[in-house]
């Protein structure tokens, strides 16, 4: 509560002030020091504390620009509580725009992490000891990897009543149920009792205006909701809810044409795409084995057979 003692990586964070730390990784290899800055906003008022991270994948740029925004729009400074911003917490991956961590790991995939372990392992380490015991409620920005470009989208436990509640607020195009995957940094913080959204959308190195708006507006969406800024809710209809979902692979290598709109409703046997070769001699096409929205697609000029091209939900 922002009436007693904030300390946040050994630090007390004065109220009504902005405060930036560096929250130290490692050292380069030139030994040039690796800082991940932390933007704090607390305010005068006691409130929940909220963090909105990015970047956790280096490439995963729209999330970046999500937070700047956010941060350009004075919405991180709030009325009541605290709102912590880290716009690029892969700092590592963001400076050569890749995925992973440079010992080659997926960042995503390493928490709690170790005092010990590899560098990504203790970067996790590091966070779940330092920084996830002092939120209430963490956004979690991502796109898809690579090609993959995702539909706006809130993903959640559908057990989870107070995320699924946030979820709805967000007001997103879509909110798809995903259970956690071991060793994420969702899974930890939602056995930490924290209340986590992952929001997904685009894809990796790109900052698409629509998904940075979808993000912008959602968030701020959930900072009035949970009290700490004033404004009203924009709400643009009912999300399409997710509950199941499969992957559409290629069944041949080739060029690849998309036919389809990313978040639309498909009827079964619609053509989705078309594979062809480069010589104009052959041309297979992609039918939607069921009905169901299509959310996310993957963009690649080329595919490999067994390739993941569409992912699509499967109506009941």
Same mark, same amino acid.
């Given at each position: 509560m922002? !009436? *007693?003692p904030f300390i946040f990586l050994g630090k007390e964070i004065p109220a009504g002030k902005r405060t930036v730390l560096d929250l130290k990784v490692a050292k380069l290899h030139t030994r040039t020091t690796v800082n991940v800055p932390? #933007? @704090? &906003? /607390?305010?005068n008022n006691p409130g929940p504390v909220v963090l909105l991270l990015a970047g956790i994948h280096g490439d995963e740029t !729209?999330? =970046?620009? #999500? @937070? /700047?925004e956010i941060i350009n729009l004075k919405l991180n400074i709030p009325k009541n509580g605290t709102i912590i911003c880290i716009p690029v917490f892969n700092i590592f991956g963001y400076l050569i725009q890749t995925r992973e961590f440079p010992d080659g790991r997926d960042l995503n995939r390493m928490f709690p992490g170790t005092i010990n372990g590899s560098l990504a392992?203790? +970067? %996790?380490y590091q966070f779940t000891k330092e920084i996830a015991p002092l939120v209430d409620y963490v956004i979690d920005f991502h796109t898809g990897g690579g090609e993959r470009d995702n539909i706006a989208q809130i993903r959640c436990n559908e057990d989870d009543e107070k995320a699924l509640e946030l979820a709805k607020v967000f007001n997103p195009p879509m909110i798809v149920f995903s259970n956690n995957i071991s060793k994420s940094l969702r899974d930890t913080l939602d056995k930490m009792g924290k209340t986590v959204l992952l929001f997904e959308g685009g894809k990796s190195k790109e900052l698409n205006p629509t998904i940075i708006n979808e993000g912008v507006n959602g968030t701020r969406n959930v900072l009035i909701r949970l009290g700490l800024i004033e404004g009203k809710l924009t709400v643009r209809g009912t999300p399409v809810y997710i509950n199941k979902a499969k992957w559409l692979r290629a069944s041949d290598s080739g060029m690849f044409k998309i036919m389809v709109k990313n978040g639309s409703f498909i009827k079964k046997k619609e053509v989705l795409g #078309? #594979?062809?070769?480069? +010589?104009? &001699? +052959?041309? *297979? *096409? @992609?039918? %939607?084995? +069921?009905n169901g929205f299509i959310f996310c697609i993957n963009k690649t000029?080329? =595919? !490999? *057979?067994?390739d993941a091209l569409f992912h699509m939900s499967m109506e009941e």
């Open positions: 922002s !009436n *007693k932390i #933007i @704090i &906003e /607390r305010s !729209n999330g =970046v620009g #999500i @937070i /700047r392992s203790q +970067f %996790a #078309i #594979i062809q070769d480069p +010589f104009g &001699e +052959f041309k *297979k *096409k @992609i039918y %939607a084995p +069921f000029p080329i =595919v !490999n *057979k067994g």
